[in-house]
C-alpha cells in the first residue's frame, strides 16, 4: 500500500496527477506562444495580436452611475442568484439590439449567457459527441476552436473568398463527409466582420448558405459579436432573421459596451433553449444579477447607441491607420480591408513562417498572431492576424513600420540562403493549442 504523503504512481514530476486526467483534455495543452505574449505584453512592444475592446473610449462616469443606482434600487436582486435563463429586463432589452440586425425573436428564446464564450461551450456542449464534425470557416475564431477541441469534435474548414464561405466548398465539403460516413453536427460561423479573416458574408449568400445547412438537416451557429461595429455601411441582416428553426444565434456585449461585465447571450428555437438552459444551470447555476442589471440599467438610461457610433469612429480610424500603414511599408504583400471589427488578415509570401517569426518581431517590439491559431488542422503559416482595436493610430503605425523590418528581413534571409540547406531544420510546430487568455 502506498505510503501517505509519496507521489502517486499515476503521475510524473511536474504533475502528480497526470494520468488521471480526462481524454477530452488533451486539447488543453498551454500554447508555446504564451510566453511569447506576456512579453509581448510590456509596455515598449505595440501589440497587434490581441483583441481587447478599446473600453477606454467608454464614459466611465456613466457606468459608475449604472452601477450605483443598481446597487441603491435593485441592490437585493443584483447580489441574489438569479435565473438559469437570465436577467428578463435584459432579455427584454436585448431583443432591441438584435433588431437593429434585422432579428425578430421573443424573450421567451433568449438565454443570457457569461458571454458568448460560455453560449459556444453550452452548444457544443449540447451538441458535440467525440469524433462529431463541426464545420467552421478557414480560417476561424480561435476561442470557438479551443471550446470545440475540448469537446473532442473534428473541426473541418471550409474555404472563404472576399465574400465569405463559398457556398459550392460548402456543398463539397459535406458531401465529402457525408460520403466517408462522418455526422455533421452544425456549421459555426462568424458572417460579420470575421474574426481573424476580417471579411463579411454577401447579402446574396447568406439564404443560400442556409438553404444548403437546411437541405443537409445541418444546424447554424451564427456568432456575431461585431455585427454593430461597422465603418461604411451596416452588415447585411443576421442570418437569424432569414430563418429562426434552424440558426442558434449568439451575441455580446463584450464589444458594444464592454467584456468585463461578461454578458453574452444566445437566441434559440424553443427546444434547443429549454436544453441550453438546464446546461447553463448544471455549468454556473445562473449568469451573475449584477452585471445583467448593470448593462440593463447602462441600455435604459446612457445613449448606448451613441456610445456605439462612438467605437465605430475610434475603431475605422484605427482600420485607416493600419491598412495605409501596410500600403506603405509592405506593399508587395496582400490583406483584408474590413467594413468593421477589430482584424486584418495578412498574407505572407509562401516560405515564410509567421509562427517562426514571432520571436523577432517581440525582439523588434511588435507582436502579432500566427495564423496557424485560427486552423484546427495546421495550417495558416503563411497567415497573421493583426489587430487594430487597442494601439493608438500612432502606435499602429510604428508597429507595422517593425513588422515590415522583420517580414523584410525574414525574406532576406531565405532569399540569401536559399538552396544551401542551412534553413531546413526551420521546420514549423503544426500543432493549435489553446490561446492566451486575452488572444481572442
Ligand atoms: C468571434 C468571437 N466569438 C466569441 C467571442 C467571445 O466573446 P465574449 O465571451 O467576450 O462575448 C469572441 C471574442 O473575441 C469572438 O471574437
New binding site residues.
Given amino acids: 500500500m502506498e505510503e501517505p504523503g509519496t507521489p502517486r504512481s499515476v503521475g510524473n514530476n511536474l504533475d502528480p496527477w497526470y494520468s488521471n486526467y480526462a481524454e477530452r483534455t488533451a486539447g488543453l495543452s498551454a500554447s508555446e506562444v504564451r510566453a511569447l505574449f506576456a512579453v509581448a505584453s510590456r509596455p515598449e512592444v505595440v501589440s497587434l495580436a490581441g483583441?481587447m475592446p478599446n473600453v477606454s473610449a467608454l464614459p466611465h462616469d456613466v457606468i459608475t452611475d449604472s452601477i450605483a443606482r443598481v446597487m441603491r434600487e435593485q441592490g437585493a436582486t443584483a447580489l441574489q442568484y438569479g435565473s438559469g435563463a437570465g436577467q428578463p429586463v435584459l432579455r427584454e432589452q436585448i431583443l432591441e439590439v438584435m433588431a437593429l440586425e434585422g432579428i425578430r425573436g421573443t424573450v421567451d428564446n433568449v438565454v443570457t449567457t457569461?458571454?458568448?464564450?460560455?453560449?459556444?461551450d453550452l452548444v457544443t456542449k449540447l451538441f458535440i459527441d467525440p469524433g462529431d464534425v463541426i464545420l467552421a470557416e478557414a480560417p476561424s475564431?480561435v476561442?470557438?476552436i479551443g471550446v470545440f477541441r475540448s469537446y473532442q469534435a473534428s473541426v473541418v474548414h471550409v474555404a472563404m473568398d472576399d465574400d465569405g464561405l463559398i457556398p459550392d466548398a460548402l456543398r463539397q465539403t459535406i458531401a465529402q463527409l457525408r460520403g466517408q460516413g462522418r455526422r455533421i453536427k452544425f456549421l459555426y460561423t462568424?458572417p460579420n466582420f470575421h474574426?481573424p479573416a476580417g471579411i463579411t458574408l454577401s447579402a446574396e449568400r447568406r439564404p443560400e448558405i442556409l438553404e444548403i445547412c437546411r437541405a443537409n438537416e445541418i444546424l447554424v451557429v451564427e456568432?456575431n459579436?461585431?455585427g454593430l461595429l461597422y465603418f461604411d455601411h451596416p452588415a447585411p441582416d443576421a442570418l437569424r432573421s432569414i430563418d429562426d428553426e434552424g440558426v442558434i444565434y449568439?451575441g455580446?456585449?463584450?464589444?458594444t459596451l464592454a467584456?468585463g461585465f461578461?454578458v453574452?447571450w444566445v437566441l434559440a428555437p424553443h427546444a434547443i433553449r429549454e436544453k441550453l438552459i438546464l446546461a447553463a444551470e448544471s455549468a454556473i447555476l445562473s449568469p451573475s444579477a449584477f452585471s445583467q442589471l448593470t448593462v440593463a440599467e447602462y441600455l435604459k438610461t446612457a445613449d448606448w447607441k451613441g456610445q456605439i457610433d462612438t467605437f465605430r469612429g475610434v475603431y475605422h480610424e484605427r482600420k485607416k491607420a493600419m491598412v495605409s500603414a501596410l500600403a506603405e511599408y509592405l506593399p508587395d504583400l496582400t490583406w483584408t480591408d474590413p467594413n468593421g471589427g477589430?482584424y486584418v488578415w495578412l498574407s505572407l509570401p509562401d516560405q515564410l513562417d509567421s509562427k517562426q517569426m514571432l520571436p523577432r518581431a517581440v525582439k523588434e517590439l511588435v507582436a502579432f498572431t500566427p495564423g496557424t491559431a485560427f486552423f484546427a488542422d495546421g495550417r495558416g503559416r503563411h497567415a497573421m492576424r493583426l489587430s487594430f482595436c487597442h494601439p493608438t493610430p500612432e502606435n499602429i503605425r510604428v508597429g507595422i513600420r517593425r513588422l515590415a523590418t522583420v517580414i523584410n528581413g525574414e525574406i532576406d534571409l531565405l532569399e540569401t540562403f536559399a538552396g544551401t540547406g542551412m534553413l531546413e531544420s526551420r521546420s514549423s510546430d503544426r500543432h493549435v493549442s489553446t490561446p492566451p487568455p486575452n488572444l481572442?
Fill in positions: 483583441g457569461v458571454g458568448s464564450q460560455q453560449a459556444l475564431y476561442g470557438a462568424i474574426n456568432d459579436p461585431y449568439l455580446s456585449f463584450s464589444k467584456p461578461r453574452g477589430f481572442n
